[in-house]
């Protein structure tokens, strides 16, 4: 009787975390469409002119997406510690999905001009909010769904999505590389990775209304909701603010660079084609996809600081030496295994950033406080990394921008080194004991 209640128990576990998943999973893949087919749209939205200054444009618009990340945290991240992390899930979704539409939709500068980027900065705020709201409450439906002893290997799902969301977006890219000439791609081609992110927000929709709620949030006092997702309350645990703040630093932007702006080095200052490029980055974040849940079962064993000091040490040393390499590298097997190496640096921060973040905040804060402070800085930092990676470019001095990265991570590590192991002061943990005994 008792294995069969435990196995039920793990079978539940295990459809509420693929559901939750699967949703972050399109949500992600909304997101880096955009990044992934910049290098194909930049001349439909913006005058013809210099590539760089195309580039540069549609990266001024992802980093105003991020913008709106602090705002999408703040208002999910208070609905969902007031309603539940199921119905915030639900509603970000359902943003996601318009802003994708809008972008499918809107029509070239040569047909409406100037309206034609004014309506792809707005469609782009819609799905930054959504993505704020996404980023807290998926990690904390995650990490409270999760069994005791294995939260670690769980929530580190939120980055198997999340990365898989960025695969199926160059899976797709790939895919109409092979049929559409690079006219076609240019033209309208772009426009049906959009489309295909509205549909299957739609999908995901329905599938997230039929999620359990969290047993935490279900068990929450009436006194804790009252209190439950306000500033106020998260202005009462300052140094958990502090720390999320000081940890998402230096691996946003290394997680950005390595991903989202190592495209575009590869094409744009290495020399490599765009398909080339497209097959390197697809079959490294595969592999990247497979260690993060590796790492986070790591993660419940050793626990999560020795990881996260990890990334620190080996992306404040080898960061610069890995561009600078990257650089000179025609070798497309040679800048795959350089792109992995950054992967794998940065998997010690992808993997537990997420649980670690959880771990910090009792229920009645816990979206807002591991959303709110995480999309600010990654508004500030992740969302700027390839905009500043550009600009530095554009007045020859594109190697300044690696020692960038390199300073933001050696801040993390500093944090690294002074914080607790949160594993073992987990709030988590301490709440469900609390309410066991």
Request: charged residues 15%; positive net charge.
């Amino acid at each position: 009787m008792t294995q069969s209640i435990e196995r039920a128990n793990m079978r539940r576990i295990t459809s509420n975390i693929f559901k939750g998943s699967v949703g972050n999973l399109i949500e992600w893949y909304d997101w880096y469409v955009y990044a992934a087919f910049a290098v194909y749209f930049s001349s439909e939205f913006f005058p013809k002119g210099d590539p760089t200054s195309q580039l540069l444009n549609t990266a001024a618009i992802f980093a105003v997406g991020f913008l709106m990340r602090p705002l999408g945290s703040l208002l999910l991240g208070r609905y969902a510690d007031r309603y539940g992390r199921r119905a915030a899930l639900t509603l970000s979704i359902t943003v996601m999905a318009s802003g994708s539409l809008i972008i499918a939709c809107t029509p070239s500068y040569g047909t409406i001009g100037v309206l034609a980027p004014i309506i792809l900065v707005l469609a782009r705020l819609l799905q930054g909010l959504s993505l704020g709201g996404e980023y807290g409450t998926s990690a904390t439906y995650l990490s409270e769904m999760a069994s005791s002893g294995r939260r670690g290997f769980y929530s580190s799902f939120q980055y198997v999505t999340l990365i898989a969301g960025q695969l199926v977006a160059l899976g797709v890219q790939i895919i109409l590389q092979q049929i559409l000439s690079e006219p076609d791609m240019k033209s309208w081609g772009w426009r049906i990775p959009f489309f295909i992110g509205a549909v299957g927000a739609l999908a995901v929709l329905w599938l997230r209304r039929t999620m359990d709620e969290s047993e935490q949030f279900s068990k929450m006092g009436s006194e804790s909701r009252q209190r439950a997702g306000t500033i106020r309350t998260l202005m009462k645990h300052p140094k958990a603010v502090l720390t999320v703040v000081g940890l998402t630093l230096g691996g946003t932007v290394a997680f950005y660079t390595y991903t989202t702006y190592l495209q575009k080095f590869m094409v744009n200052t290495v020399g490599l084609s765009k398909e080339v490029v497209s097959w390197i980055n697809f079959i490294a974040l595969l592999v990247f996809v497979v260690l993060q849940p590796l790492a986070g079962l790591l993660s419940d064993r050793i626990g999560r600081r020795p990881l996260l000091i990890s990334f620190g040490i080996l992306g404040t040393l080898l960061t610069v030496p890995l561009f600078l390499i990257l650089e000179q590298m025609k070798n497309p097997i040679g800048a795959f295994f350089l792109m992995l190496t950054g992967l794998i640096i940065v998997t010690g921060y992808t993997s537990i950033n997420a649980i670690v973040k959880a771990e910090l905040f009792p229920t009645e804060i816990r979206a807002l406080g591991v959303g709110f402070p995480y999309a600010i800085t990654v508004a500030v930092f992740g969302g700027t990394a390839e905009f500043i990676a550009l600009w530095f470019k554009s007045i020859g001095a594109e190697s300044l921008f690696y020692f960038y990265v390199a300073a933001c991570i050696f801040v993390s590590f500093i944090v690294y080194w002074r914080m607790d192991e949160s594993s073992k002061h987990s709030r988590i943990e301490a709440e469900l004991d609390g309410k066991r005994g």
